[in-house]
């Protein structure tokens, strides 16, 4: 019956989608309005390094996404929460500021955003870079630092993969370094002595066009830049043109027709006008001329390029006023934006860098001391926050009273006590001078006890057993008046 109904004329089926559709009135999807005609389409631009380069360089936009992730991810470091030898804490903290490890990583962070993927490859002397690393070979004052090589100045082996189950299951086993313009020697690097990072996820087969790399962080916010940087720069060309004058002159042009004297009497008229028209100067001109001026008015441009900036930051994932540094308008402090965008911080330090910083402290414990890491080694990332000085005063205030109520009650030791305030010394700034030598002193106190079998200690000096005066039974002090009241006599 259908084929039949088409055979005689009638209309042929017409594709829909799910959803609110008017076809009369063309509104909804897949109805031919100018709506229906938008798509998505992938722009690829971070396989094309040249522009993300260009773009780095030129766009303050462009270098402000992907510089101030990384830059919030490593700038606070870490405090080591455990309980160490004396002096272990500041040697570590000594090494890595030397051996600029905090850099290394945070070069790695900005161009695994910037490329969509980098390495971080640590150095340890005396070891082949092509075999993997074991961590009980390393020895006292191998390890040398680290170095930072993004995707481009290596080539991974896609034929050769991991196969052992773990986080590099699956990612090529080594990295060929094919740039030596850096004096970089020709490394075949194992993956094992390497840290992968890279930039924004993406699904196994888009991962695929990437060579397995990530994407970069570029891709999503290029035309949201774009469009800023086409607002900013308009407004920019209308200014050149806010006010504008006019000079109407009568048979203009049969001056200009003519030539002659009459071209250049008129451009000396005109010389005459821009030299003399100041606010003590004075134009002159024909009666029959027309002089007027026209301003353009930039009322709701603001607003506007506003808009534009808003769709960046959200692009970006980084506040108004961490990605363009101004203070925030009318009745926002911008303290909730701020403590929003810290907590996703936080949460990408967590997944990205956890794990590879306690791989790094590992390395650098038995470079230093010649032993693994202690099991229990545990660390925090220092808070991105920074308090005011009357919140700082009121919260180390807080602290202390809250410490010394536990330790009065004997809820904790008093050694506990100071671990703890040393290790929020960096918050409420007080504690910081407390050293290990004090815990241990405080703890030896607390555990001297009192033994069970042994007498107890005498408090005082021994009363005299031999009765005097008064106090002898059966007879009387005659000089008991003085005794009790002394005095010269």
């Not at 002397?125 to 690393?133: A, C, I, R, V, Y």
């Not at 038995?366 to 080694?377: M, N, T, V, W």
Request: hydrophobic share 35%; proline share 4%.
């Amino acid at each position: 019956m259908a084929r039949k109904n088409r055979r005689n004329g009638a209309n042929k089926p017409v594709r829909t989608a799910d959803g609110f559709n008017n076809f009369p009135a063309k509104l909804g999807a897949q109805t031919q309005n100018i709506q229906s005609a938008g798509t998505y389409v992938p722009g690829y631009i971070t396989r094309n390094r040249v522009q993300l380069e260009f773009a780095y360089r030129s766009s303050f936009l462009i270098g402000a996404g992907v510089d101030a992730m990384a830059d919030d991810m490593t700038r606070k470091g870490i405090n080591i929460s455990s309980k160490l030898k004396p002096g272990q804490k500041g040697k570590v903290e000594t090494f890595w500021d030397s051996a600029a490890i905090w850099d290394g990583l945070n070069d790695t962070l900005k161009w695994s955003r910037l490329y969509g993927g980098a390495l971080l490859v640590v150095m340890i002397e005396g070891q082949d870079m092509s075999t993997p690393l074991r961590l009980d070979f390393i020895k006292e004052g191998q390890f040398q630092g680290v170095i930072c090589l993004d995707r481009w100045m290596v080539a991974p082996s896609y034929d050769d993969l991991v196969s052992d189950y773990g986080p590099s299951f699956g990612k090529p086993k080594f990295y060929k370094v094919v740039t030596a313009a850096a004096g970089i020697p020709p490394w075949n690097i194992h993956h094992s002595r390497l840290i992968r990072m890279e930039g924004d996820s993406l699904p196994y087969q888009q991962a695929l066009t990437e060579n397995g790399w990530g994407m970069s962080v570029v891709e999503r916010i290029f035309e949201r830049v774009q469009a800023f940087d086409t607002a900013t720069v308009g407004t920019t060309q209308l200014i050149h043109k806010a006010h504008l004058r006019t000079y109407s002159i009568d048979g203009l042009r049969k001056i200009l027709a003519a030539g002659g004297d009459l071209e250049e009497g008129l451009k000396k008229h005109l010389d005459l006008i821009r030299e003399f028209q100041t606010i003590e100067g004075m134009t002159l001109m024909d009666k029959s001329d027309e002089f007027q001026t026209h301003s353009y008015s930039f009322a709701g441009i603001a607003d506007v390029i506003l808009r534009f900036a808003e769709q960046v930051s959200g692009a970006t994932g980084i506040p108004l006023v961490r990605l363009f540094g101004q203070s925030p308008a009318g009745f926002s402090t911008g303290d909730g934006d701020l403590e929003n965008y810290y907590s996703r911080v936080n949460s990408l330090q967590e997944r990205r860098l956890r794990r590879h910083i306690r791989w790094l402290l590992d390395i650098t414990w038995r470079s230093e001391f010649g032993e693994a890491l202690p099991d229990d080694f545990s660390f925090e990332f220092n808070k991105l926050w920074e308090m005011s000085d009357t919140d700082r005063a009121t919260m180390a205030n807080n602290i202390a009273s809250a410490l010394g109520a536990l330790v009065d009650r004997q809820i904790i030791p008093i050694h506990s006590a100071m671990s703890d305030l040393r290790n929020i010394s960096d918050v409420i700034g007080i504690g910081g001078s407390i050293t290990d030598e004090d815990i241990e002193n405080a703890q030896k106190e607390w555990a001297e006890h009192e033994s069970e079998t042994s007498p107890p200690p005498p408090f005082g000096t021994d009363l005299q057993q031999k009765p005097t005066g008064d106090s002898q039974p059966n007879k009387s002090d005659s000089h008991w008046f003085l005794r009790w009241f002394p005095g010269k006599r």
